[in-house]
C-alpha cells in the first residue's frame, strides 16, 4: 500500500513532553548540536610543516561542485597555513581517534609536531600537498575557492578534489559503508559514538511491506 504522503509522522513521546513544557529565552550564540569533529591536515608545502588542527564548525555546502566549509579562528597556527597555501585535508576520525582527536584540540602545532607525538601516519594526499591522516578512515582533500573573516572566524570555502576510504568500508558491490567507521558526534563539548540507527533518508514515506533498508 502506497502511504499518503501528505500526512506526517506521529510524534513520538519525547516530542510530545517538549511540546507540553514551557521553553526558556537562550542568548544568543552558537547552538547547533550534534556536529561532527575532524581532524583536518594541512602544511607540508611552501615552507610550512604538516599540521593537524580539530574542529567541529565545519559543513557540506554544495554537492555540484562538492563543497564544504571551515570556519578557523585567525589566531590558530593552521589559520595561516591555510589561508597561504590554499590547501587542507579533512580527515574524518573514528572512536578510536577520540582522544587523539581532542588532544589535537588543545595544543598548538606552533608548539608541538603533532603528527610525531601522537603517533598518527602522513601520507601523501592525491591532489593536494599536504599529507593525510593514514589511520582516519575517510580523508576529504579540499582545495580554498574563498575566505571569508565573518567575525571571530575565517569561513574557508573549498572544493572537494579527492577523497580517499578505507578499502574495508566499501562493499564488494562498490558500497560505502560509513556506519562501520566508528564515527564520533560532538555535541555540547561531549563526543559521542554513534548510537541506534532510527531510519534512513525517506523512511517516513517508505512503502508497507518493502523490505527495510540496511
Ligand atoms: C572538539 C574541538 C573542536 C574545535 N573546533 C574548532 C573550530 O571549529 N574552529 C577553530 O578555529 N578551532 C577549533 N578548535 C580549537 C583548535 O583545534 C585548537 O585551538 C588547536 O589547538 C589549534 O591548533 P593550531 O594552533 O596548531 O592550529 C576545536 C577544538 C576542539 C577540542
Redesign the pocket.
Known sequence: MTPDRRRPPKHGKRAEAGARGAKKNWKPGNMLSPVP?VLVSCGGSRGWKP????????GSVCSDPPMLS????PE????DIIKTTGEFVVNIPSVDQART??W???????DVD?FGAAGLTPAPARKVGCPIVVECPLNIECRTRKSLLLGS?TLFLAEVVSVQVNSGLVDTRGRLNLQKAGLIA?AHGHYYALGRHIGHFGFSVRKAGKPKRR
Open positions: 569533529v599540521n593537524l588542527i580539530t574542529i567541529a564548525w565545519i571551515i570556519a578557523v579562528r590558530r597556527y593552521s589559520h582527536t581532542d589535537c584540540g588543545v595544543v598548538s602545532g606552533r603533532k572566524h560532538f
